[in-house]
C-alpha cells in the first residue's frame, strides 16, 4: 500500500501547489475565453488557470481510482506507475511555468533617469 501511497502524495502536492501558484480558477474568465469572439489576455489567463488546475484535479483523481482499484486487486504494472509518474511530472512543470509566466507578465516599474521637468508632466497627468 505504500508504494501507492507516494503517487497519491505527490499528486496531492500538484494539485495544492496549482491552487497556491495559479490562485482558484477564474470561472469567469475561463467562459469568456472560450465563448466570446474576442478573447481578452486577461481571459487567457483565467482559461489556463482553469485548465491546470483541472488537470492537477483530474491526475489527483486518477492516482487516488489507481490506489483504490490497486487496494483491491494487490496487482501493479511499472508502465502505468511511468505513466502516472511522466504526467504528474507535466503537471507539476505546468504549474511552474504558469507560475514563472505570471511572476514575468507583473507590471514592472522603469528606473530610467529622466531628468525633473519630465517628472512634472507624469505627475501633472
Known amino acids: 500500500m505504500t508504494r501507492w501511497a507516494v503517487p497519491l502524495g505527490l499528486t496531492a502536492i500538484v494539485a495544492a501547489a496549482s491552487l497556491v501558484a495559479l490562485g482558484p480558477p477564474d470561472w469567469v474568465g475561463a467562459r469568456d475565453f472560450f465563448l466570446s469572439g ?26 487516488l481510482a489507481r490506489t483504490v482499484r490497486a487496494a483491491a486487486r494487490r496487482v501493479g504494472g511499472w508502465r502505468r506507475r511511468t505513466v502516472v509518474g511522466a504526467l504528474t511530472l507535466l503537471a507539476g512543470l505546468l504549474v511552474l511555468a504558469a507560475g514563472v ?25
Open 101 to 125: 509566466g505570471h511572476h514575468l507578465s507583473a507590471q514592472t516599474v522603469v528606473l530610467d533617469g529622466g531628468s525633473l521637468k519630465e517628472a512634472n508632466q507624469l505627475l501633472a497627468r
Open 38 to 63: 474576442q478573447p481578452t489576455v486577461a481571459s487567457a489567463v483565467g482559461a489556463s488557470k482553469l485548465t491546470l488546475s483541472a488537470l492537477a484535479l483530474a491526475l489527483f483523481g486518477w492516482a
